[in-house]
C-alpha cells in the first residue's frame, strides 16, 4: 500500500498507482495531493487493521512526513523501530558501530556547538542534523577556519525549515569522520527473504571538496555494472542486522580508492525524495522500481540499457544557490534552461516560494557531452532568473 504526503507526487507515480490498483491510504492530506476518486483509496481504519494483521505488509511512502503516522499507530512495532533507527542518524551509526569500528561520531544539542573546543575535533569531519533531509545543516570541515566560519551559520534562524521535525529535526546534529571516495546514492529493497534486490545506482558528483549540494546524480549501464554485486552484499549485511524484509530503501554511501563502502545514511520505505530516483529510470529507460518492489521482482540488468550502453541519465536538482532572495525573483527561465542540455527528457517546476527549489531536470546526456553536467553543477543558477524590476 502507498502512504502519500507532501510535499510532492509526481505524474509518473500516480500513474503507476492508477494503472497497477494499488491500495493508497485515505488520509486528508493524501486526498488533497491526488484528486482522483478512481485511485483504489482505502481508508486509515483498514490500511491499520491490514498491517496488524500481516505485519510484512509492503508499504512505500513518496514522502517521510507520513512517518510518524506509522509512529503513532505501530509505535511499538517492529517496523516503526526499524524507521526510527534509520531516520536518526546518531542511532544508525551505533547500531551498525561494531561493523565499522574506527569510524568516530559523536551526537550533539545545537545549542553546545558553539562551545565545543578546537581541540576536541578531528578535521576533517562532518557534521549535520541527526535527523536531515535535503542536505540542510551539512558541512564539511577540514580546517579551524572552516569550523568557526560554519559555526556562524549552525543557528536556529538559518535553519528554519517547510519540514516537519520527522523528517528534519536540527535540535540535535552528529558530528563523524569525513568519508573519504566518491558518493553513490542507491534505490533498493529487501524482498520477502530479506534479500537486497537493486534498483539503481546514482553517482552523486561534486563541485568542491566542501560541496554538499544535492545538484547533480547520474546513472548508467557502466555505474551498474561496476558496483551492483559489492553493493548488494554490503547491503545486505546492514539489512540482516535490522532484519529488514519487504522494506524500500534509499541509501548514500561513499566507495574508496580501494572498494571499501562506507554508509552514509540509509532512508527508510522510499526512494529518493521528491520522486526523483523512482522515476528516473521508469521514464528513461522503463524499469518501474515502484513496480519491481511491489511485484517483489529482479531487474534484468542485462536488457534494460539494451541500445542506451553509452548515456548517463540523470537527476539535477535545481536548489537556488544564487544568493537571490526567492522574494526577489520574479521568475525562472526553464526553456534557456532546456536548451542548455543535450535530451532535457523532463523538467519539473517548482515554486521557490513555497519550496527551496525551483524543481528538478531529468536528462540524457552522451558520455562525451559531460560538460554539461558539470556547467550545471558549478552554476549558481543566475543565468534563469528574472529579478524584479
Known amino acids: 500500500m502507498f502512504l502519500i504526503d507532501k510535499p510532492y507526487i509526481s505524474d509518473f507515480l500516480i500513474d503507476t498507482i492508477k494503472e497497477n490498483y494499488y491500495p493508497v491510504v485515505a488520509t486528508k492530506v493524501a486526498k488533497e495531493l491526488v484528486a482522483d476518486p478512481t485511485l483504489n483509496w482505502i481508508s486509515e481504519e483498514e490500511a491499520i487493521a491490514t498491517i496488524k494483521n500481516n505485519p510484512s505488509q509492503r508499504i512505500y511512502t513518496n514522502s517521510e512526513n507520513v512517518l510518524s503516522w506509522i509512529d503513532n499507530h505501530f509505535g511499538e512495532s517492529e517496523l516503526s523501530k526499524q524507521i526510527n533507527i534509520l531516520k536518526d542518524k546518531a542511532k544508525f551509526r551505533e547500531q551498525i558501530k561494531a561493523l565499522f569500528p574506527e569510524f568516530k561520531f559523536q551526537k ?145 554511501v561513499r566507495i574508496d580508492e580501494k572498494g571499501k563502502i562506507i554508509p552514509i545514511e540509509i532512508n527508510p520505505l522510499r526512494f529518493g525524495g521528491w520522486c526523483t530516483t523512482g522515476d528516473l529510470s521508469g521514464i528513461t529507460v522503463g524499469l518501474n522500481s515502484y513496480k519491481y518492489y511491489f511485484e517483489n521482482t529482479c531487474p534484468n540488468w542485462d536488457t534494460i540499457y539494451e541500445g542506451k550502453e553509452n548515456k548517463i541519465f540523470s537527476i539535477i536538482v535545481l536548489d537556488n544557490n544564487s544568493g537571490i532572495k526567492p522574494a526577489d525573483i520574479a521568475r525562472f527561465d526553464y526553456k534557456a534552461l532546456a536548451d542548455d542540455f543535450e535530451n532535457p527528457i523532463l523538467i519539473r517546476a517548482l515554486d521557490i516560494n513555497i519550496y527551496p527549489l525551483f524543481g528538478f531536470v531529468f536528462a540524457k546526456t552522451d558520455e562525451k557531452n559531460k560538460k554539461e553536467l558539470y556547467d550545471i553543477l558549478s552554476s549558481d543558477l543566475r543565468k534563469y532568473i528574472i529579478v524584479r524590476e
Open 108 to 252: 550533539i544539542k545545537l545549542e553546545n556547538i558553539q562551545n565545543i573546543a578546537t581541540e576536541e575535533l578531528s578535521f576533517p569531519f562532518v557534521i549535520k542534523p541527526s535527523i536531515g533531509f535535503l542536505s540542510i545543516g551539512v558541512y564539511i570541515i577540514n580546517d579551524e577556519n572552516e569550523w568557526i566560519k560554519a559555526k556562524e551559520e549552525i543557528t536556529p534562524h538559518n535553519l528554519k525549515s517547510i519540514f516537519p521535525k520527522n523528517v528534519l529535526d536540527t535540535s540535535h546534529f552528529i558530528i563523524e569522520d569525513f568519508i573519504q571516495g566518491e558518493e553513490y546514492a542507491i534505490d533498493y529493497y529487501h524482498n520477502d527473504k530479506g534479500e537486497v534486490v537493486i534498483l539503481n545506482i546514482l553517482h552523486h558528483v561534486f563541485s568542491s571538496k566542501t560541496d554538499t549540494s544535492d545538484r547533480v546524480y547520474s546513472t548508467s549501464k557502466a555505474i551498474i555494472n561496476q558496483y551492483k554485486s559489492e553493493l548488494e552484499q554490503f547491503l545486505s549485511t546492514i539489512g540482516n542486522k535490522l532484519n529488514l524484509k519487504n522494506f524500500p530503501a534509499h541509501a548514500e
